[in-house]
């Protein structure tokens, strides 16, 4: 059985689990060292989490800036130390909120918004998580954080005024806490709020239609279908421009060595979009998906014009 999975797997993180846990799992199930997660989700919080495992360990970084999608349950009238219903409740309020308050309050926060940290969480100060200090009691001033969201919409608000719960879905930068967001809505509103339900239901061009539990991928590999549902790390570099190379620069590809443009096959019988295309590709700092002639996937790699040459600027090949 191969032990050296390369590229990115969807999985869908059950509760309970912390994100670090599917780590640790996935390691067993594929017995494999080099894999690692993309954006942390609280143990309590379900959905999709991307995993990148061998060469795909190169792109948490990317995937870990791209866009995200939740779906969250927010209780007014409660505000607890943790920002969600697991922690310990420090407060309770009457709520009295209509809806139209309730649509209003929330889409205050659409666009730009300077979001001050939970103190349950993972970032460090001084080199400790905030996580740890809190649990000693300990509460530090954090900076606020320049996020973004680009959509609230409230999928049901139907229990609003017997439960004082709501639904929303969110789409948003990373770094957004929602746990977070749900306590700044409760503060608007005046009554306080806390969240009772997470669901990330996607990362960039990960949806929550192709997550897999972790039980799924054991099955998957018993089965030997585990390449099935791993995506090659080019799966995100969709929109970058494809080219091929000569066969005669494949050496140099093989070793991770810059190349000339001139070693691009150019792909067009008739030569009739070359100029504009050409043009385009050779600005400075431009990229393109680089591949052999028999579809092998070197890498990404980007425009330096000082030189003249395509140097690497991811590379995913293995000999």
Aim: charge should be negative; glycine fraction near 8%; aromatic fraction near 8%.
């Amino acid at each position: 059985m191969s032990n050296n999975y390369n590229g990115l797997i969807n999985i869908y993180k059950e509760p309970g689990f912390t994100s670090n846990d599917v780590v640790a799992k996935l390691r067993g199930i594929l017995h494999q060292k080099k894999i690692g997660h993309t954006g942390t989700l609280d143990p309590d919080a379900v959905g999709v989490l991307v995993v990148c495992l061998g060469t795909g360990t190169k792109l948490v970084e990317m995937l870990t800036d791209h866009d995200k999608e939740y779906i969250a349950v927010c209780k007014l009238g409660v505000t607890t130390d943790t920002q969600d219903m697991s922690g310990k409740v420090l407060e309770t309020s009457e709520v009295n909120v209509t809806k139209e308050q309730l649509h209003e309050a929330v889409a205050a926060f659409v666009g730009d918004y300077d979001q001050i940290p939970p103190m349950y969480s993972a970032i460090k100060q001084n080199g400790k998580k905030l996580y740890e200090l809190a649990r000693e009691g300990i509460e530090v001033e954090r900076k606020s954080r320049r996020i973004h969201i680009s959509a609230i919409t409230i999928l049901d608000d139907s229990k609003l005024e017997n439960e004082h719960i709501f639904t929303m879905e969110i789409k948003c930068s990373k770094g957004t806490y929602i746990r977070t967001l749900c306590n700044d809505i409760g503060l608007r509103l005046g009554c306080g709020a806390a969240m009772s339900n997470l669901a990330r239901t996607r990362v960039g061009a990960f949806g929550m239609d192709t997550a897999l539990p972790l039980s799924e991928i054991e099955r998957l590999r018993d089965e030997g279908r585990l390449d099935e549902v791993i995506k090659s790390p080019e799966y995100i570099f969709r929109d970058i421009e494809k080219v091929h190379v000569k066969d005669n620069c494949r050496v140099l590809l093989e070793n991770g060595n810059s190349f000339r443009p001139d070693n691009i096959v150019n792909e067009d019988p008739e030569g009739v979009n070359d100029k504009d295309y050409a043009k385009e590709m050779l600005q400075d700092g431009s990229l393109i998906r680089v591949y052999s002639l028999d579809e092998v996937f070197f890498g990404i790699y980007k425009y330096d014009s000082r030189v003249k040459q395509f140097k690497v600027d991811k590379f995913f090949y293995e000999k």
